[in-house]
């Protein structure tokens, strides 16, 4: 099923789901993607019999572009929102990127409705280095990202979508990556920079669902340290790496992804 979930201000959030019951894994995307993302996910997570849920952050993809706040506490609300819309009783948040910032805050509202939480190369606890945090990069780096996409925000998309992934890759999916990002509104930019001070160091230890960190050895988007280092805030966290990824360990490992993704969501739901 394709619908849309109504949000403040008549705007509306698209989802797509898959399959049936009260249990489902919800996939959040990360920053200026959408749900087609999962494309490499989705087919294994329906095989295993999951009701699987994604949808597209606000100002991504098919949702509606023009929302007031596309902050990730703003994409958390729309994820808790859908499921209660959907009725889920229970379910497996995995989100990618900043989308792990947004589920990390989801998992927080949901409480136990959450069972399981993966974070996939995720931006949490913290994006940038803090006094007492040394992992990430700096402010001046995320000043510098910032100010190349405003100023060539299309040639800037292309050449990341060139350096999501840490194995060869053909041009074909490289066009596929740009094209999802170039879906995004240029308004999409906030929540990147929100990245900045993010800090969930405190809510992550305040979860008590099982964790499942996905590491990209070769992430050159998050530090792998800061996936690493997940498990320094809470006792539930499980740390797979996988050694051959960049930042789309869905892509350069697609197999040993979505078996630990199967493995550990079978384990939650």
């Known amino acids: 099923m394709m619908a849309y979930l109504p949000r403040e201000h008549n705007k509306n959030v698209y989802y797509e789901d898959y399959g049936s019951g009260d249990t489902a894994i919800v996939l959040v995307h990360g ?14 997570l329906i095989a295993a019999g999951f009701r699987v849920v994604a949808l597209d952050h606000r100002g991504c993809g098919k949702s509606d572009k023009d929302f007031a706040d596309v902050g990730i506490n703003a994409i958390a609300g729309d994820v808790v929102a859908l499921v209660a819309e959907l009725g889920l009783s229970k379910v497996v948040l995995n989100g990618w990127s900043l989308g792990g910032a947004a589920v990390v805050e989801a ?21 940038l280095q803090k006094p007492d945090y040394p992992y990430g990069g700096t402010d001046e780096d995320l000043a510098g990202t910032m100010a190349a996409m405003s100023a060539d925000r299309v040639n800037f998309l292309w050449a990341l979508s060139q350096g999501v992934c ?104």
């Open 31 to 44: 920053w200026g993607m959408g749900v087609r993302t999962w494309d490499y996910t989705l087919p294994a």
């Open 166 to 269: 840490a194995t060869e890759v053909t041009p074909e999916v490289v066009s596929w990556m740009w094209q999802i990002f170039m879906e995004a509104s240029p308004q999409a930019a906030a929540s990147l920079a929100e990245l900045g001070p993010l800090d969930q160091r405190e809510t992550l230890a305040s979860l008590g669902m099982p964790i499942l960190s996905i590491v990209g050895s070769k992430d050159g988007v998050v530090d792998p340290n800061v996936c690493r280092s997940v498990s320094d805030y809470n006792g539930n966290v499980t740390t797979v790496e996988l050694t051959e990824s960049g930042h789309a360990p869905f892509i350069d490992e697609t197999v040993r992804y979505n078996d630990e993704l199967i493995a550990f969501t079978s384990s939650c739901l």
């Open 107 to 127: 998992a927080a509202q949901l409480g136990d409705t959450c069972s399981g939480l993966v974070l996939t190369c995720a931006a949490t606890p913290a994006y």
